[in-house]
């Protein structure tokens, strides 16, 4: 009989290991938590969003490029913006020189002419080499899937944010499993396995975006679940919506962009 209950309790504990959740799905819970106790975001300041611990653990990635692929689309090859429109529909307005589109300040975001749902994404990008500001102030940009959800540009390279606003974040939501960052003024690589969200007839939530992110080779987000569109302030929700394009944003920082595709899922 004791060999049988020490059996049995040691059966208990080897199964209660299993079913602890990883890092992402605690997170995920902790969104969908916060999902499901609505607020009022009127009511709410933009630092009420902020989440500073825990800190991603700095790490130093490989080297690596990425060629796009035969059935890619490619949205950026150095030599024009003809896949790009600013805001308003009319001609991008950030600057191309040797090869790479940087933003202009007070020039706006640039967005694709295509609209996209599910999809691979690849994209290069650098903060300047000349360093100023701190926080969410030094070399800030970002990617929006559909127009909608936004991936963090961000020079974290020894620069503390809140921890779901940093570069590998989806900002305010997803905190990014470790800190990928180069130095500044050095290239860096977002690739992108993005799954739009899906909508009932009746214009409810079927299933949520869900988002896979290597930064510069290292994986920073892993099949995450996005509680709805991105927000400066208060707590996302989804309204039905269809493909939209991929979005960069001027947010006041002259930051780069170079070798850019996306292929369809």
Not at 119 to 135: D, M, N, S, Y
Not at 176 to 202: H, K, S
Not at 239 to 262: A, E, F
Request: charged share 20%; net charge negative.
């Amino acid at each position: 009989m004791r060999n049988t209950l020490l059996t049995a309790a040691c059966m208990l504990f080897a199964l209660s290991a299993c079913m602890q959740p990883t890092d992402n799905a605690q997170q995920e819970k902790a969104g969908a938590d916060s999902a499901a106790k609505p607020e009022n975001n009127a009511d709410m300041k933009p630092e009420d969003t902020e989440v500073w611990e825990p800190v991603p653990k700095v790490i130093t990635p490989g080297d690596a490029t990425n060629t796009a692929p035969g059935d890619a689309v490619v949205l950026f090859d150095g030599k024009n913006l003809d896949q790009w429109q600013a805001e308003d529909g009319g001609p991008a307005k950030w600057e191309l020189k040797d090869g790479v589109v940087t933003v202009v300040k007070g020039a706006g975001t640039m967005k694709t002419k295509q609209d996209f749902e599910d999809f691979q994404l690849h994209i290069e990008w650098r903060t300047p080499a000349k360093v100023e500001g701190e926080g969410q102030g030094r070399g800030n940009s970002g990617i929006f899937m559909q127009g909608l959800y936004e991936l963090q540009v961000l020079d974290n390279y020894n620069n503390r944010t809140y921890s779901n606003g940093q570069a590998g974040s989806f900002y305010k939501q997803r905190i990014p499993l470790v800190n990928a960052c180069r130095q500044p003024g050095e290239w860096q690589t977002y690739d992108v396995i993005w799954t739009a969200p899906r909508f009932n007839a009746d214009g409810s939530l079927k299933s949520p975006a869900r988002a896979t992110v290597l930064q510069n080779g290292v994986l920073v987000q892993n099949n995450v679940e996005l509680d709805g569109p991105t927000l400066y302030i208060g707590k996302p929700a989804y309204k039905q919506h269809g493909p939209g394009p991929i979005v960069l944003q001027d947010h006041g920082n002259p930051v780069s962009y170079r070798n850019i595709w996306v292929r369809t899922l």
